[in-house]
Structures are given as C-alpha cells and as structure tokens.
C-alpha cells in the first residue's frame, strides 16, 4: 500500500501564494505517476497537474503558467506550487498517486492511492 498525506492549505488573498506538499510512503516503487486533483463545491473533482518519476509535469489549462509541480524523490514528497492565485482556484486539493501497470494484481497493491484532500480557499 502507499499512504499520502497533503498538507499547506490555507487562506490566502487573490494574487496570493501557496505551496502544498503530498508526503508519501510505503509500497512508492509500485508507482509511475502522481497528481494533483480539486474539488469545488458541488463540481467534480478534476486533475489539475501531473508529475512523473523522472520530474516530467503536465498541467491543465486552467493552471498552466501559475502552478508547478515537482517530485523531491529524496523525500518522497509531491509539491505543488501555486502562484498568482484567483477565487476560483478555491477547492480541496488532493494528491493522488498511480500504481504502473507491472504493479497491477499484486497482492496488497491498489490500482491507485489519494490523500484526505486539503483545503484551499482564495478570498479578500
């Protein structure tokens, strides 16, 4: 199994900054990818911005050129760096984590892992 924990929610103004982190452990070999997904009131929980083992990140166009995100392997920790921001970005935020494919079936393994989700809320 892999355990993830978000923390750095917060309150913060528009135009402000935040820096969550996703602290990972357990089985993180079994994994090839990790992400970061929101959640707004009432809306669906979508993928925001990707990361591979190797640092390659993708990001939804909504975010694109205000987050990055980053992996610190030494740590196992999953960052996710949010400028710039605007109310709508308010949302839980949850990291979440992909089993690679080879992973897939073995005993004790899921198919994929998401965090408890933390909050982030962009008002004046």
Same mark, same amino acid.
């Given at each position: 199994?892999?355990?993830?924990?978000?923390?750095?929610?917060?309150?913060?103004?528009?135009?402000?900054?935040?820096?969550?982190?996703?602290?990972?452990?357990?089985?993180?070999?079994?994994?090839?990818?990790?992400?970061?997904?929101?959640?707004?009131?009432? +809306?669906?929980? $979508?993928? =925001?911005?990707?990361?591979? *083992?190797?640092?390659? /990140?993708?990001?939804?166009?909504?975010?694109?050129?205000?987050?990055?995100?980053?992996?610190? +392997?030494?740590? $196992?920790? =999953?960052?996710?760096?949010? *400028?710039?921001?605007? /109310?709508?970005?308010?949302?839980?935020?949850?990291?979440?984590?992909?089993?690679?494919?080879?992973?897939?079936?073995?005993?004790?393994?899921?198919?994929?892992?998401?965090?408890?989700?933390?909050?982030?809320?962009?008002?004046?």
């Amino acid at each position: 199994q892999v355990q993830l924990e978000e923390s750095g929610g917060g309150l913060v103004q528009p135009g402000g900054s935040l820096r969550l982190s996703c602290a990972a452990s357990g089985s993180i070999f079994s994994i090839d990818y990790w992400a970061w997904y929101r959640q707004a009131p009432g +809306k669906q929980r $979508n993928l =925001i911005a990707t990361v591979s *083992n190797d640092n390659q /990140p993708n990001y939804a166009d909504s975010v694109q050129g205000r987050f990055t995100v980053s992996r610190d +392997k030494a740590q $196992n920790t =999953i960052h996710l760096q949010m *400028n710039s921001l605007k /109310p709508e970005d308010t949302a839980t935020y949850y990291c979440y984590a992909h089993t690679a494919p080879e992973f897939i079936g073995v005993p004790d393994l899921a198919s994929d892992y998401w965090g408890q989700g933390t909050q982030v809320t962009v008002s004046s």
